[in-house]
């Protein structure tokens, strides 16, 4: 049951079951063979993408519960479609009232059955801290923000919050007559009495900027409101996947996706475990990949016994493919006297690893420090080692960590050693090689050492780069992405076609993606941006009027010059669907300026200098010269930005592994980051499906996305009726000659007789043409020609009807 393409669905209460139900037909025409559904454990009420579970053993009733995923399931099987589910390993939602096994530690601490499912370090308080409070903590109990249930069975927090007491305290509470009077913070002998029944408690109240320094929990990055889970721990395994498991043996689904593996203590050790689970639930062996971010020449780990990764390689892939190499230096250039920051990515995000360390993981670093620490006074030849030292040489690792984890590998982290010596201070050289000793070494205290800090650099990779730098480095945004490389702004065409025979040879149904419910701008808007590669000079130029006008003169250039990107790349192409165009932009830079932390942030938002970049954005698209010029623009770059958004599409579709189509992407997608990529789709717009036999008619309409949508039912149906082509097919590139051979991506997929020509024109803007349909100017290909089965196909003829070639012979 291997999918040959997938179909994205985000399941919340405004789109149940019963929705995505009633699209077996669409999604059976369009050639979709598995909907990939988020996940569908009980999550916090209203959760709008399910990653906040509360309850991994139910199937959520806001998506229609059980029944309603059966029926779902029974639906789609009459269409010949099955199910790739989305599930959450590594946290669970906490605080609230809704977790009862998160409440069951608070009540009973240690001795709850519950201890062991969360990472909790008891020691050496034994008590858990809880930093829930929206004020610091005598504020919050003296204010009446914390109050004791009637009953006397938990202590609330802000009306939100519920902290449970110890049983012991809840039997002597019953016998007192005026528990609300009696510990009510408002009065001096309220809070005392309050504060007396706290201090007994399992865990400690303490206001939320308390965390970062002291929190003893692991959290999924730094949000309080997700736990960690020690998956490892068989009871914890069993518990959380008992539910995936038995859908799975019961042919409900057909395999999994698994969400942030790096945050696992041991991901290896877990996907064989979870390999072995599904193996013995039923005779398949199901589809089983997993969400990866991948460092630069890192692959995922064949031991791990995975299908390969959820996809974001191959977006960063295809989406360097766009881009003109010649762009790189006059736009970093442009950067970096427009910002005043460094014209080098790297410099960016070794910042932001520094300055997230210190600020977010401090309670973590301590953490791993401690656990070294210990290490080295084990051992009389390390017993003066001290804790501040290792922090030091610690902290040059992690900031110059070039991926999420090193899984112990010597091999990687004696790479990553050599970069933190550069930066070491005299003599603490030495000290970097102890850590990476231990880290590889057989010696059992180790593990636990090595477990923390690579927990730590996981985290640490994610906010700091995703979450940081990619929001104040602007050289390009199309380059900013989840799982991209944004040091490197181009990809050559030989180097792309490695990287897909590669994949076809270790991962060759490993998911392929170009929009996911985490991009920070959806594809077609990546691939307009990435036009722009091409005719920097004339962006340059663009953009340096605009930010002359006295809009910008309220914010920061290099806000401005982020926000002028973002207008242009989302821009829609359809102006009766404008009318929301300008609050989605400002949503989106409300985020983009807290997560970049230099002129707001989520913890200490500058609400006015937001409000003057949302003027700004309102003033670009309400004064008239301005939109003018801002449209004309879009108007320039807008056929090849298309053209882009169809090769991309092209190559997800025919590249080895398997399609997936985010939710509504099937038609252009100018979203920008969340919740902006999770809007309502309209599947109405969206049939009949389009037909292939009609491109002529989609490229002259090609504003409508018709011509996108056509091609990918084609090739997905294909895909559909030659299966092994696209699995064990192999990937033969094609030799391209002449004056624009570096503009041309070709080759074939063979399986027998059956074979499939692709070739589509890259980095072309300077010869599309929209008028009277998108396509490329024949002269502009001169000579150029593909070598196919010995003989030469000149690009011009091939290309005669549209702008891409597909050839399929012996279907």
């Not at 203590?265 to 877990?270: I, L, S, T, V």
């Not at 932001?352 to 210190?358: G, K, N, Y």
């Not at 080895?656 to 789709?681: A, E, H, M």
């Not at 070739?759 to 010869?767: C, E, G, L, N």
Request: glycine share 8%; aromatic share 8%.
């Amino acid at each position: 049951m291997i999918p040959s393409a997938t179909y994205r669905i985000q399941f919340h209460k405004g789109f149940p079951f019963g929705a995505a139900a009633e699209l077996a037909d669409y999604l059976a025409d369009l050639g979709i063979s598995h909907l990939y559904a988020s996940p569908i454990g009980t999550a916090r009420a209203g959760s709008t993408h399910g990653y906040d579970v509360v309850d991994p053993t139910a199937i959520n009733p806001e998506l229609g519960g059980e029944a309603g995923f059966r029926a779902l399931a029974a639906a789609l099987r009459t269409r010949g479609i099955g199910i790739i589910l989305d599930i959450v390993p590594n946290h669970m939602a906490v605080g609230g009232t809704d977790n009862r096994w998160w409440l069951d530690v608070l009540e009973k601490g240690r001795k709850s059955a519950y201890a062991r499912f969360f990472d909790i370090d008891w020691e050496p308080t034994g008590t858990l801290l809880a930093p829930f409070l929206g004020l610091p903590y005598w504020d919050a109990l003296t204010s009446g923000a914390l109050t004791l249930e009637p009953a006397g069975t938990a202590v609330v927090a802000h009306d939100t919050h519920r902290f449970p007491l110890r049983p012991e305290d809840q039997i002597a509470l019953r016998g007192e007559e005026d528990l609300a009077g009696g510990y009510d913070g408002r009065t001096a002998e309220g809070a005392e009495r309050l504060h007396a029944l706290l201090e007994r408690q399992h865990y400690r109240l303490a206001w939320w900027r308390t965390a970062a320094d002291e929190i003893n929990w692991r959290r999924f990055f730094d949000i309080t409101e997700l736990a960690g889970l020690r998956v490892e721990d068989e009871a914890v395994f069993e518990a959380v996947h008992a539910l995936p498991l038995r859908l799975f043996a019961e042919g409900l689904i057909d395999g999994v996706r698994v969400d942030h593996v790096d945050g696992l203590a041991d991901p290896g050790a877990y996907c064989r475990r979870l390999r072995a689970a599904l193996e013995a639930a039923r005779p398949d062996p199901g589809y089983f990949v997993v969400e990866k971010i991948l460092g630069m020449h890192e692959a995922l780990p064949a031991d791990w016994v995975t299908d390969g990764t959820s996809g974001y390689d191959f977006m960063d892939q295809v989406s360097a493919l766009l881009h003109a190499p010649a762009a790189e230096v006059p736009l970093a250039t442009h950067w970096a006297a427009l910002s005043g920051r460094s014209a080098d990515f790297a410099d960016e995000e070794h910042q932001a690893r520094h300055e997230i360390l210190e600020r977010t993981f401090p309670g973590q670093l301590d953490a791993a420090v401690a656990a070294f620490h210990r290490l080295a006074r084990a051992a009389p030849a390390t017993r003066d080692v001290t804790a501040g030292m290792i922090r030091r040489a610690m902290i040059g690792l992690l900031v110059h960590f070039p991926a999420y984890r090193a899984y112990g590998q010597k091999h990687r982290l004696a790479r990553v050693a050599d970069a933190a010596r550069t930066e070491a201070a005299p003599g603490e050289g030495a000290l970097i090689d102890q850590l990476v000793d231990w880290m590889t070494s057989d010696v059992p205290e180790a593990a636990d050492a090595l477990r923390r800090f690579e927990q730590l650099s996981a985290p640490l990779a994610a906010k700091a780069v995703e979450d940081t730098a990619f929001y104040r480095y602007g050289r390009l945004l199309s380059r900013n992405d989840v799982g991209f490389h944004a040091a490197r702004l181009s990809l050559e065409p030989a180097e792309f076609l490695a990287d897909a025979t590669a994949r076809q040879r270790l991962f060759p149904v490993a998911m392929l993606t170009t929009a996911t419910h985490d991009h920070k701008r959806g594809e077609d808007v990546r691939a307009r941006l990435a036009a722009i590669s091409e005719r920097p000079e004339a962006w340059i130029a663009a953009a340096s009027d605009w930010l002359r006008h006295p809009l910008a003169a309220e914010i920061d250039p290099a806000d401005a010059y982020q926000i002028l990107q973002t207008v242009v790349g989302a821009w829609p192409l359809d102006e009766t669907q404008s009318d929301d165009f300008g609050p989605r932009v400002s949503a989106w830079s409300m985020k983009a300026l807290r997560e970049a932390k230099l002129r707001s942030s989520w913890s200490a938002p500058d609400e006015a200098y937001e409000a003057a970049c949302a003027a700004y954005i309102t003033g670009l698209l309400e004064d008239p010269a301005l939109r003018a010029d801002l449209a004309g623009f879009v108007d320039r770059i807008a056929p090849a930005g298309a053209l882009n958004g169809i090769v991309q599409a092209i190559l997800r579709c025919t590249a080895p592994g398997v399609p997936d189509c985010y939710q509504g992407t099937d038609l252009w997608d100018f979203s920008l980051v969340d919740p902006d990529n999770r809007r309502p789709v309209d599947y109405a717009a969206r049939r009949p499906v389009a037909a292939f036999a009609d491109m002529p008619a989609h490229l002259a309409d090609w504003r409508s996305g018709r011509a996108k949508q056509a091609l990918i039912a084609h090739l997905l149906n294909l895909r559909r009726r030659r299966p092994p082509l696209f699995t064990t097919g192999a990937l033969e590139p094609l030799p391209v000659s002449g004056e624009r051979a570096d503009h041309i991506l070709a080759f074939a997929r063979r399986d027998g007789e059956a074979h499939l020509l692709v070739a589509v024109p890259i980095r072309s803007a300077a010869a599309v043409r929209a008028d009277p349909a998108l396509a490329i100017d024949p002269a502009w290909w001169g000579d150029t020609a593909i070598v196919a089965d010995g003989e030469p196909l000149p690009v011009n003829a091939l290309f005669a009807e549209t702008p891409f070639a597909i050839r399929a012979i012996g279907f």
